[in-house]
C-alpha cells in the first residue's frame, strides 16, 4: 500500500495540476441574449498564476467577444499592491465586473470561509423583497483595500459595478448589466432597475447571496464549481442538492449560472483542480465563435 501511494500520489497530483491550466470554452445558449458575450471569474491573479491569466485573456481574445463579464476575486486578499491587475489592459472588448470576497478580503481562508457560509445562512435575506445582508458587514471588510483595487482595475479597462447598473449596446442590442456588490462583505444593496425590454443579466460573486431578480439571467462565481467534482459531489450538483457548477434554472426562479472559474485557491502553493476544469464562458456564440472553438 505504501509503495502504491508513492507511485500514484505524485501522478494524481500532477494530474490535477495540470488539469488546473487546461482551461475550456463552455458554450450556453440563453433565449434574448445578444451574440458573443464572455464570462469569467475568479482569476485570484497572483505572481504563481500570471501567466495562466494572460493564456486566458489570449483565449477571450481569439474568441473576438462583444462583452467582456468579470465576478470577482481578482486579487487573493494578500497584496501590497496592484500592478499585477495590469493584465487586463489586453482585452480587446469592453469590460465590465464586480468584487468578490478576496476583494474586500472577507473569508478568505478555510475557518473564516466556514464563518461566512454559516453567516449568510443565517443571517442573510435573499428574498427580492427586504433583500438584505448588511448583517455579514461585521466590520471585518477591508473597504479601503477594495476601492484601491476599483481604481486600479478602472485604469486598466474594467468597468466595475458595485451596487449599480449599465445599459451597454451589443451590436444592434442593449444589454442592462447590473453589478452586485459582494455579499459575503455585507456590502450587496442592489440597485433600483428601471423597466425594460432590453436583455437584464445581473452580476454577483457568491451565488447563495442572490435573489430571484427580474432579470433574464444571473452569473455567479466564487466556488470554483467545487474545484474537486469527486463523483458523489458532483452527483449532488447535478441534483441541484449544492449549487458549484452549471446552469440552474429550475422552479420558474430566475436561470442563474454558476462558473467553475479560471483560477482557484492553490494548495501548498499549488493550483489543484478535479474533474472540474477551469472555464471561460460563451454566451450564445457567432458563427465566427462557434468555428473558433471546433
Known amino acids: 500500500m505504501a509503495i502504491f501511494m508513492l507511485i500514484v500520489l505524485p501522478s494524481m497530483t500532477g494530474y490535477m495540476a495540470w488539469e488546473a491550466r487546461a482551461v475550456e470554452v463552455t458554450v450556453l445558449s440563453i433565449d434574448g441574449a445578444p451574440k458573443g458575450i464572455v464570462y469569467i471569474t475568479d482569476p485570484h491573479v497572483r505572481a504563481s498564476n500570471i501567466d495562466h491569466v494572460r493564456e486566458v485573456i489570449r483565449e477571450v481574445n481569439r474568441l473576438n467577444p462583444s462583452l467582456v463579464l468579470i465576478g470577482g476575486d481578482f486579487v487573493t486578499g494578500e497584496e501590497e499592491d496592484f500592478a499585477s491587475q495590469e493584465v487586463w489592459r489586453s482585452l480587446d472588448a469592453p469590460v465590465y465586473a464586480v468584487l468578490g470576497n478576496h476583494d474586500y478580503r472577507v473569508g478568505i481562508d478555510g475557518p473564516t470561509g466556514i464563518e461566512r457560509t454559516v453567516a449568510t445562512w443565517a443571517s442573510a435575506v435573499t428574498a427580492v423583497d427586504g433583500y438584505d445582508v448588511s448583517a455579514l458587514n461585521d466590520g471585518s471588510a477591508d473597504i479601503a483595500f477594495a476601492d484601491d483595487l476599483t481604481a486600479a482595475l478602472e485604469e486598466n479597462g ?78 449532488l450538483n447535478d441534483f441541484g442538492v449544492l449549487e458549484l457548477a452549471g446552469l440552474f434554472d429550475g422552479d420558474g426562479k430566475t ?40
Request: charged share 20%.
Open 158 to 235: 474594467v468597468h466595475v459595478l458595485r451596487n449599480d447598473y449599465a445599459r451597454v449596446p451589443v451590436g444592434d442590442e442593449e444589454i442592462v448589466i447590473v453589478g452586485v456588490d459582494d455579499g459575503w462583505a455585507g456590502m450587496a444593496d442592489p440597485p433600483e432597475v428601471p423597466a425594460t425590454d432590453a436583455f437584464t443579466l445581473y452580476l454577483i460573486h457568491e451565488p447563495s447571496c442572490r435573489a430571484d431578480w427580474d432579470a433574464d439571467l444571473i452569473l455567479a462565481g466564487h466556488t470554483h464549481g467545487g474545484q474537486f467534482l469527486f463523483p458523489v459531489v458532483n452527483q
Open 255 to 294: 436561470p442563474t449560472y454558476i462558473s467553475r472559474g479560471v483560477c482557484t485557491s492553490s494548495v501548498a502553493g499549488v493550483e489543484l483542480r478535479f474533474n472540474c476544469q477551469p472555464e471561460i464562458v460563451l454566451i450564445n456564440p457567432t458563427e465566427e465563435q462557434l468555428r473558433a472553438i471546433a
